[in-house]
């Protein structure tokens, strides 16, 4: 029965053993030679030259611009040539002699009432707002660019841990193992410390996807079609910044200023006056002038004359049209406001943010962080001196494990406040 309970053990070891080397192969694959190690402002730079999004959206404000040199050109004359197909008298078909009937028309329609200038103010108005949507995109996809590249960063980082933590217990393991084999330790003891191996493997497999999901995103916005990884090369400095310097009416005037959507708003408003000035001067008709020739087909032969036409506005006056584009200007109005309410709010959320993180992360000694390197090598070193049991063990083990995964997502969420608030304010407080 013992004999049979030893063998028992022995193959559960086995079977441990087997799926730790599967795990390990699966979760620890090894550095592929095409990283890329860039600086954030090597990324930022790539994101602005090949992010696709932004390539297609300059196209947008060169069709804007596009519209305005089609909006300043005047309308084409219009020349008409009317000639006789057969004359009866003469039994001759298309008859281009004295005895044959021609007419030429030329006409040209003259734009009144300044409407020519009202098209062109507000093609110009739309490239603007183009030109706004463009510097938006900009902002947004810079956002998700920087949080992308820290966010690689600090998993990484938290990896890291995992590694340190994970290699550390390989090699007590292989001990373990050996005195297994001999007969001084109980198999429990072994399968628990394997327990929590196969645990943290996991655990760090989750990171990997996470890290992997947000190198995807990066490769995506800094157009790379060979979807190389990036390791991010990130200096200390974001930990000593500052964020007792901020002042807060200071932003929200930043923000005014420079938020990009902001400024299409008001464009907008804009645009609406501009479309009202346009339909009140569609009230106006055109005037049309031609010039008539007429070989035969007059009262006299060679008959020349002069026509100027014009609708008469009796009915139609666009007064439908005028109606609705004063609508359409308190529309603009309201959502003007709306955005400027929006991007106060925006800032107000992201300051409190800002605030309330970076108090979190200042609570957070390092010296008491760094003294839980040393308790990680004192905690090995216990439990091979049978100072501690396992249950200890494996409760600082976790202690270590929280503490410094904690502290990186300190950092992670007090520079993603940060970078929040760059993307409130429009503008790049933090670099």
């Known amino acids: 029965m013992k004999d049979k309970k030893q063998k028992l053990s022995c193959l559960l070891l086995v079977v441990i053993i087997c799926t730790y080397l599967d795990v ?4 620890a694959p090894p550095m592929r030679e095409d990283t890329l190690h860039l600086t954030l402002q090597d990324v930022e730079s790539q994101f602005l030259q090949k992010n696709f999004l932004l390539l297609a959206s300059k196209y947008q404000v060169s069709m804007a611009d596009a519209a305005i040199v089609q909006a300043k050109l005047y309308p084409n004359p219009n020349f008409a040539i009317e000639q006789g197909v057969y004359n009866q008298d003469t039994k001759k078909w298309f008859d281009l002699s004295s005895t044959g009937e021609t007419a030429l028309t030329l006409q040209q329609i003259i734009i009144l009432a300044g409407k020519r200038n009202r098209q062109i103010d507000i093609a110009k108005i739309n490239s603007q707002i183009s030109l706004y949507q463009f510097y938006d995109l900009v902002r947004t996809l810079r956002y998700e660019l ?21 290699e550390s217990l390989k090699t007590l393991i292989d001990v373990y193992t050996s005195q297994y084999n001999k007969g001084n330790i109980a198999f429990k003891d072994l399968a628990r410390l394997q327990a929590l191996q196969f645990s943290l493997q996991n655990e760090r ?5 996470q890290s992997t999901e947000k190198q995807l995103n990066l490769s995506l916005l800094t157009g790379d079609t060979l979807i ?4 991010p090369l990130v200096s200390a400095g974001f930990n000593e910044i500052d964020v007792n310097r901020l002042n807060y009416a200071e932003l929200v005037d930043s923000a005014l200023v420079n938020r990009y959507d902001l400024r299409a708003a008001y464009s907008q408003v804009q645009l609406s006056q501009s479309n009202l000035a346009l339909q009140k001067a569609l009230r106006t008709p055109d005037l049309l002038l031609a010039a008539n020739y007429d070989k035969a087909g007059n009262y006299v032969r060679n008959y020349n004359a002069l026509t100027v036409a014009m609708d008469l506005p009796f009915w139609n006056r666009n007064q439908g049209n005028i109606k609705a584009a004063q609508f359409q ?27 309330e993180t970076d108090r979190l992360y200042k609570t957070a000694s390092p010296e008491f962080t760094s003294d839980y390197e040393k308790l990680l090598d004192g905690i090995i070193k216990g439990y091979q001196n ?7 063990f494996i409760d600082y083990y976790e202690t270590y494990k929280n503490s410094k995964l904690e502290l990186n997502h300190l950092q992670n969420n007090r520079l993603d406040a940060l970078e929040n608030l760059n993307l409130a304010t429009g503008t790049i407080i933090f670099k």
């Open 24 to 27: 390990q192969a699966q979760v």
């Open 146 to 166: 920087r949080s992308s590249f820290y966010g690689i960063y600090f998993i990484r980082d938290a990896i890291k841990v995992y590694d340190r933590e994970i």
């Open 205 to 209: 497999l989750d990171l990997v996807k």
């Open 228 to 231: 190389r990884p990036v390791s």
């Open 329 to 355: 200007i308190e529309e603009t109005k309201q959502l003007q406001s709306q955005a400027e309410l929006q991007v106060k709010n925006e800032i107000s959320n992201a300051y409190r943010q800002l605030l």
């Open 386 to 392: 049978r100072t501690i049991s396992l249950l200890e």
